[in-house]
């Protein structure tokens, strides 16, 4: 009888980059690896050091010998240190930690933070890899992304707390009452924190700043959500005082290209009142077609490191709620000197281009302008011109949104991502309640100003990088990396299982791929769903000084200069692009990184803020249907929820698992789980009927359970 042969049990490559992790100072070759991991044989061996290599966890230290370059960083001598980075919470408690320059985020269990809440920037040390990821523990927080919560008073004999349910944690910070605020027991009150914890079982100590009483407004939740995001609930009575004491003379004409008699216009949302750019038409000598982006000169009237900066930085940027905007500047300068509004001489910081017959850019000028518009039109008023309504300003119109289209055609060619989520917008009664939900439209008008918008801040980005001969001059760019690898293929197999097939082998292809499915998604409503996932992909396009390009725009430079009045990144572009058109000058790389994380910080809890307004708002409008069914489609699962979006009105909610009654397996990807008691599926994408069971304004969350005829 012929004996079977012995088989050799492959290696993987989870086990080998383990093995590297935990002696990540020396380096090894086949046969040290070999006696080291009591490797029978070589087997496939070569092959996962190959991957490894390829993926950039392990570097050759010589021939034939590797070392680990994974996660620990080292200091002089070999000697280990911590890694820094930014803290990004995930709804179950556990973190992942974003440190700049890794190609994997570190995850940190809820147990590992030691502290440490969503945004803060802290030092981690690496503690090993599991399953191809980095894990890690938080040591101490370096920098706090908030120190202001909203909480609830109460009063007991020996002393005061605030009770804050920061998700997930519940904070107690004791506080002592002062005469200029007035407090009762369980008042909703915003208290900011005077002293950390040093040790596991310190107090915290911090002081009421403001009471938002007992009430369940608009008003007052509207309130809340702003002091949640740790944005101030007004402006310091001296910066109000330095911003009415500026002067609207303009004393710099010798420096500025007078542009008052050029045909200029701005175009914006129908509510707005802060009008950060406007466009200029006119044919040079030459006949060429010359059009100027022209943005308000923040720059001019805000003075570095006045209080007015100093509130401007700290702020971050603007935060747009349903009903109302929180303005990074005070109103005498978003809503009236910086303003671009019509009639009136305003100061500008422009990007002039000109354009030969083949509409591309033969060239452009950088400088000041001072211009004067002739018209405030909407989104919607232009769009009606383009669509064939008589305007003394149609031409110039057309002549922009044909350009426009030419300009889109060539970006998204080169590999730009064509994604246009919906915006969900409330129309409201006069008392702030909403009456209706609908998804705005997006007109060829808002792509015309979106589109140079775009050339000028790729244009600004572009002078700067090489405006020093090759030698960088420390900038502020707006960046964003390619799409994590494992998301990326975990969405290639559940689009494959809907039809739809992608090509996701080079950042070119991926793109090009993903431009397709959102061309398929506009003809078929039953594969939108899919964009929303394959956003969930990408990296978070995010502010620093060290330029990787912006994967998303296929632009190798790209800035944000546009907006100056809304986000303080783009403050400070006005002020390093000024100095330097002047001669070279060098702002200290280390604190203008310093500024990067922060902006990106304010960035990221704007957002959460205004999703948390709008989620309020539509749990309110909901509320009105409690008992009703509604079509819906799963968007998301976990353990322990489904979530649903209703088609009609696209509002959120979650469908317990535990009410369905079956044991349900959450595949490891979370796009689709199945029943453990029938051979049944569920994908997100799939579409549901639905009651709504409960609307909670509290914890702004709408309750669902399965329609009975089809459960």
């Known amino acids: ?185 369980f008042d909703r009150v915003v208290v900011e924190i005077t002293k950390w914890k040093e040790r596991p079982g310190d107090r915290l100590f911090g002081k009421i700043t403001s009471n938002l009483g007992r009430e369940k407004t608009i008003e007052i939740e509207m309130q809340s959500i702003i002091a949640e995001s740790g944005f101030p609930l007004q402006f310091p009575k001296e910066v109000l005082r330095e911003a009415a004491e500026i002067s609207d003379e303009v004393t710099d004409m010798n420096h500025r290209l007078d542009y008052r008699k050029v045909t200029t216009f701005t175009i914006d949302p129908v509510d707005a009142k802060d009008f950060d750019d406007a466009l200029s038409v006119q044919f040079t000598k030459d006949g060429l077609l010359e059009v100027g982006v022209h943005i308000a000169d923040v720059s001019y009237y805000v003075a570095p490191d006045s209080g007015l900066d100093k509130e401007a930085l700290r702020r971050g940027n603007s935060v747009y ?226 330029n990787i390009g912006h994967y998303g725009l296929a632009f190798e430079y790209y800035t944000h200069f546009t907006s100056p009045i809304r986000r303080y990144s783009d403050l400070i572009v006005h002020r390093i692009l000024a100095d330097n058109l002047k001669g070279e000058k060098r702002y200290r790389l280390d604190a203008l990184e310093a500024q990067c994380r922060h902006i990106s910080t304010q960035e990221k809890k704007a957002m959460e803020a205004e999703r948390a307004s709008t989620r309020y708002f539509q749990v309110l409008y909901m509320s009105r249907f409690t008992g009703q069914s509604f079509d819906g489609r799963i968007t998301g699962m976990n353990d322990q929820n489904f979530y649903v979006e209703l088609i009609d009105t696209r509002c959120e909610g979650f469908l317990p698992i535990a009410d369905l009654q079956e044991d349900i397996e959450i595949h490891r990807n979370r796009l689709s789980a199945q029943s453990g008691i029938r051979d049944f599926q569920w994908k997100i994408g799939d579409k549901v009927r639905v009651k709504v069971v409960a609307a909670d304004l509290d914890e702004r969350e709408l309750v669902f359970a399965l329609d009975e005829v089809q459960s």
């Not at 240190?81 to 803290?87: D, F, K, M, R």
Request: one cysteine or more; hydrophobic letters at 40%.
């Open 321 to 546: 709620l349903v009903d109302r905007v929180i303005p990074m500047l005070p109103e005498r300068l978003s809503n009236e000197l910086c303003s671009l509004r019509p009639d009136e001489d305003k100061c500008c910081f422009a990007v002039i281009f000109t354009f030969d017959e083949e509409m591309q850019v033969r060239k452009h000028w950088i400088g000041r302008t001072l211009i004067h518009s002739c018209k405030r039109f909407t989104y919607e008023e232009v769009q009606t011109i383009l669509d064939g309504k008589k305007h003394k300003l149609r031409k110039e119109l057309e002549l922009l949104n044909n350009l426009a289209k030419k300009i889109r055609t060539d970006r998204l060619k080169n590999g730009a991502i064509d994604f246009e989520t919906d915006e969900v917008r409330f129309k409201l009664d006069e008392q702030g309640q909403p009456l209706e939900l609908y998804v705005k439209e997006r007109f060829d008008a808002h792509k015309l100003i979106e589109e140079f918008m775009l050339l000028a801040n790729k244009t600004v980005a572009k002078f700067m990088a090489f405006k020093n001969k090759g030698i960088p001059v420390p900038f502020v760019y707006r960046v964003h990396d390619e799409p994590d690898p494992d998301k990326l293929e975990d969405f290639m197999f559940f689009a494959r299982e809907m039809g739809v097939k992608l090509d996701l082998s080079t950042p070119k292809k991926t793109a090009r791929s993903l431009n397709q499915l959102a061309s398929m998604a506009r003809e078929n409503a039953d594969l939108h769903f899919l964009q929303p996932l394959a956003i969930r992909t990408m990296a978070k396009a995010t502010y620093t000084t060290d």
């Open 1 to 185: 009888m012929k004996r079977k042969k012995k088989r050799v049990p492959l290696l993987s490559t989870h086990k080998l980059l383990k093995f590297f992790a935990d002696h990540p100072s020396k380096a090894y070759g086949l046969s040290a690896l070999k006696r080291k991991m009591n490797l029978e044989k070589l087997a496939n061996l070569e092959d996962c050091l190959e991957q490894l290599e390829r993926k950039k966890l392990i570097e050759k230290a010589s021939p034939g010998k590797w070392v680990y370059k994974g996660l620990v960083a080292k200091g002089p001598g070999g000697s280990e240190t911590l890694l820094e980075g930014t803290v990004d919470m995930a709804r179950a408690g556990f973190a992942y930690i974003l440190v700049k320059g890794m190609e994997r985020d570190i995850f940190v269990s809820a147990k590992n933070l030691n502290g440490a809440m969503d945004g803060d920037y802290v030092q981690v040390r690496p503690t090993r890899v599991y399953l191809n990821k980095p894990e890690g523990t938080v040591v101490r927080v370096l920098n706090r992304s908030t120190s202001q919560f909203v909480g609830i008073f109460r009063a007991y004999k020996n002393h005061n707390l605030v009770i804050v349910d920061q998700f997930p944690h519940v904070l107690e910070i004791q506080v002592r009452t002062t005469p200029d605020i007035a407090v009762q027991d």
